[in-house]
């Protein structure tokens, strides 16, 4: 009976994602890490993942259950802090000799993912 009870009181607060990332988003993206990545000899790539999840965590609202926005994902990450993160995960993708990429890969959405919070409308 408690189960029940449970499950019907988180039905009622059930949400929805819906991004709005659009594809001349993705284009600008696209463009801006190619000519980093360029500059950069390639170091651009290991901090990208970070900025790709976050660019869609940011367009992204949460819907209730009539499909209504009732706030939206802000991704609150910037480098600085995770400057270490990224440094430490360079040296085991060079030492690993890019095992260690797949792996990285992971920790990325994490970490990127509790630096998401939910701003209410």
């Not at 607060?13 to 950069?40: D, K, N, P």
Request: aromatic share 12%; charged share 15%; glycine share 8%.
């Amino acid at each position: 009976m408690n189960q029940a009870l449970q499950v019907t009181q988180i039905g009622s607060r059930a949400a929805r994602l819906r991004c709005e990332f659009s594809i001349g988003q993705s284009i600008g993206h696209v463009i801006v890490w190619v000519v980093l990545t360029i500059v950069t000899l390639g170091l651009a790539l290991l901090v990208f993942p970070y900025y790709l999840n976050r660019a869609v965590l940011n367009r992204t609202e949460v819907l209730d259950q009539q499909g209504r926005p009732i706030g939206k994902l802000r991704c609150n990450f910037d480098l600085i802090s995770s400057i270490g993160h990224v440094i430490i995960w360079g040296i085991l993708i060079l030492v690993t000799f890019g095992i260690a990429g797949f792996f990285y890969l992971y920790r990325v959405v994490r970490v990127v993912l509790s630096d998401t919070v939910i701003e209410y409308y």
